[in-house]
């Protein structure tokens, strides 16, 4: 008679249990986790040290009475709620767009009631291997696009700079 893989009674080759195997396996990826959090991800350690930072985010085409919101001394968050620092500067520029001329040429052309923000922020930040937390916990760098907040209004945003 052939033994079977899985038995009547649901043990594995009639000595383990399906479910002690789970069991195990589960055991297993939380120490794993674990380990990863406090042992191999520096920016999760309590003792390392952040300096503060600035860094400057463009918000392309904003209407011309949303620039009202955008003070300094408010403090700007990501779409998660984490605080990504202070306003330290808010800079209205016309905004500008490239247009097609009838030769095919581009040009830079005004953008009619919008204008770009160049918001500039300070923030405690950790650098780990070339990479900016900003609070330990949020990734920035430049020329990524990210959802901001401010208490009075809500904007997607791209990181152009980050000075020590």
Known sequence: MKKRIIDEQGRIFGTISVVDVIVIILALALIAAVYAKY??????SSDAPTDEITYQVKVSSVRLIATNTLRAGDTLYSSTGTNLGVITNVDIQDAQR???????????????????????MKAPC?????????????????????????KYNTFRGTIVSITE
Request: with cysteine; charged share 25%; glycine share 6%.
């Open 98 to 120: 490239n247009v097609a001329l009838s030769n095919g040429k581009l040009v830079k052309g005004p953008v009619e009631n919008r204008c770009d923000v160049y918001i500039t």
């Open 39 to 44: 042992h191999v991800l520096d920016k999760t």
């Open 126 to 150: 950790m650098k780990v291997d070339g990479r900016y937390f900003v609070n330990q916990t949020y990734e920035i760098n430049v020329n990524s696009e990210r959802d901001l907040l401010t």
